[in-house]
């Protein structure tokens, strides 16, 4: 309860605008349904389907913000998170939801285990090099 004379909206900073709670955002959600494991460095591409998702009524406007930036260029769960000032774990849920809708494609990156070992990659350029 505010006394009075005071400002009920004392508890946060004139410059920050309201504030809107993470899981108000995302309606609740943690995660969301897509069987595509969201990594920081995951990049989301827009799918054919993505021409026009202002038109779409089903979609949040932060949902269309991440369609609209993946358009510019392919984007990372890490980028987006930054470009739209959002924490990570709510831009997961929106590009799962995205994902679902088939509005964008995630790429997920190569896993350790499948990658070159070192000691091959160094023995190739060694080869090279005595070429």
């Known amino acids: 309860m505010s006394q009075a004379g005071e400002d009920p ?3 946060f900073d004139k410059d920050a605008g309201p504030v809107v709670r993470p899981y108000a955002m995302t309606r609740g959600r943690t995660s969301s349904a897509t069987r595509h494991r969201l990594d920081l ?3 989301v591409i827009p799918a054919s389907a993505a021409d026009e998702p202002v038109g779409d009524r089903t979609l949040s406007p932060e949902h269309v913000e991440i369609v609209e930036l993946c358009r510019a260029g392919p984007q990372s769960i890490a980028e987006l998170a930054a470009g739209l000032d959002l924490p990570v774990g709510v831009v997961r849920v929106f590009v799962g939801d995205l994902v679902e809708s ?3 494609h995630v790429t997920r990156p190569v896993p350790p285990a499948e990658l070159p070992d070192v ?6 350029i060694n080869g090279l090099r005595a070429l």
Do not use: S
């Open 41 to 43: 460095i995951a990049i």
């Open 9 to 11: 909206k004392h508890w």
């Open 102 to 104: 088939e509005l964008v």
């Open 119 to 124: 000691n091959i990659l160094r023995e190739v």
